[in-house]
């Protein structure tokens, strides 16, 4: 998953980039100490974010996608900020209506609904949902009659690190065919929705995908369908040590080519989910074992109390690559697979292309995970290999 840099890079003459997390959980972790793996979160930093983001998005609702995380408190904090959330699960509207978050200001956006679900939601009051079938259109029909729905675009030229194409979505003529019988059930076609891919790190990777949704757009209104919603989905990207720029020179990016293409929109909806929390977050975690397969071998085993079961799920295919910080910072260092702790030997996160940790690192140390806010906690196993589910803890 290679990264190609499209030609338009307006931002990075001058805008500011994102170097560096913020350091606030990294000070708590180094002056804590802690049982098991922990991911401690600035709730203020989350807060912050959401403001710089929004202050880019302009008229654009920000939907958080809590699936990224969520924390009560971040949810909570998100509430009285006036963001709007996108759930994935009765289990997320649940959360975020126990929390205060009105009906209306939630959008069901999984693709793939439980069909009590869908029921539980109507009768919640909510009434709007994400579909890409027929088949789905038939279930909201059926169980939150009268409904607004978008139809989700099937992104296939994502330059995103973490891609979402293939399963979600369907092609332009579907996307039309679909709006007609949402309409012939009793639903109200209302817009449509795309995901550009998790962690696109340019705003320039927008215009492809921008262009392809437009196009449909258009046909879709010349066919009498009088969308008004444009939810453009998540995709904003954190700082895993590769430049990206600034959340409000992104989003500002952003919104500049989807006006180009889709001039006045009655609404449009952002979904960031790990572009809001990811650079809030840090794990602390520990060096259980280095280790060395032969003597003469170039490259050590480090074996940390984390793993792609309890946390680090995101470094599947090495595609989303963390930033470590050791108490041996500064001294040499050398080529390392770095592996979790679990009985599996897919619990692998970084072997094709090694981490570079310094030769003093031993079992026992600290190790910080960078701008570990999404996709961590909410993707750690209940307990896989007796190993309990990641530790959250908010300051
Ligand atoms: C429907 C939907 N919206 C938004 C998001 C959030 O994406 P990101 O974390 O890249 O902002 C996701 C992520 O899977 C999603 O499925």
């Not at 109200?188 to 990777?205: E, Y």
């Not at 196009?215 to 040590?241: E, M």
């Not at 397969?293 to 793993?307: N, Q, S």
């Not at 770095?338 to 619990?347: E, I, Q, R, V």
Request: proline fraction near 5%.
């Amino acid at each position: 998953m290679e990264m190609t840099m499209n030609a338009n890079v307006a931002w990075a003459a001058s805008a500011p980039v994102c170097l560096s997390a913020p350091r606030r959980v990294e000070e708590f972790i180094s002056v804590s100490s802690f049982d098991r793996p922990t991911l401690v979160l600035d709730i203020d930093a989350v807060e912050t974010q959401y403001h710089a983001l929004k202050a880019g998005l302009g008229e654009a609702a920000i939907h958080y996608a809590v699936k990224a995380n969520p924390t009560r408190e971040i949810v909570e904090r998100l509430v009285a900020s006036g963001s709007h959330f996108d759930a994935a699960s009765r289990g997320e509207i649940e959360l975020c209506l126990g929390l205060g978050a009105r009906p209306e200001h939630i959008s069901f956006g999984n693709t793939v609904k439980k069909v009590s679900d869908i029921a539980f939601a109507h009768a919640a009051g909510i009434t709007l949902f994400a579909a890409d079938a027929e088949e789905e259109l038939e279930k909201i029909a059926e169980h939150a009659p009268g409904a607004e729905v978008y139809i989700r675009i099937l992104i296939e030229e994502s330059q995103a690190d973490w891609p979402l194409s293939r399963k979600f979505g369907c092609g332009g003529d579907e996307a039309i065919r679909l709006m007609g019988v949402a309409r012939d059930l009793g639903l109200a076609p209302v817009g449509i929705s795309f995901h550009v891919g998790s962690q696109t790190r340019d705003p320039a990777m927008w215009c492809t995908p921008l262009d392809a949704v437009s196009r449909i757009w258009q046909r879709a209104r010349a066919a009498g369908f009088a969308l008004d919603l444009l939810n453009i989905g998540g995709g904003f990207p954190a700082f895993y040590g590769e430049d990206i720029p600034a959340p409000t020179t992104y989003a500002t990016e952003v919104m500049r080519h989807v006006h180009a293409r889709f001039g006045a929109v009655g609404r449009i909806m952002a979904e960031p989910g790990r572009g809001l929390v990811a650079e809030a977050g840090a794990i602390a975690c520990e060096v259980l074992l280095t280790s060395k397969k032969r003597e003469d071998d170039l490259v050590r085993w480090v074996y940390l109390d984390i793993g792609k079961f309890s946390g680090l799920a995101e470094t599947m295919d090495e595609a989303i690559r963390y930033q470590f910080v050791t108490p041996h910072d500064g001294e040499a260092t050398s080529a390392c697979i770095l592996a979790g702790p679990s009985c599996d030997s897919a619990d692998v996160l970084y072997e094709k292309r090694p981490v570079q940790l310094p030769v003093g690192l031993r079992a026992g140390d600290k190790v910080i995970i960078r701008n570990c806010g999404a996709y961590t906690s909410s993707y750690s196993s209940v307990g896989f290999n007796g190993f309990p589910p990641l530790e959250v803890m908010c300051i």
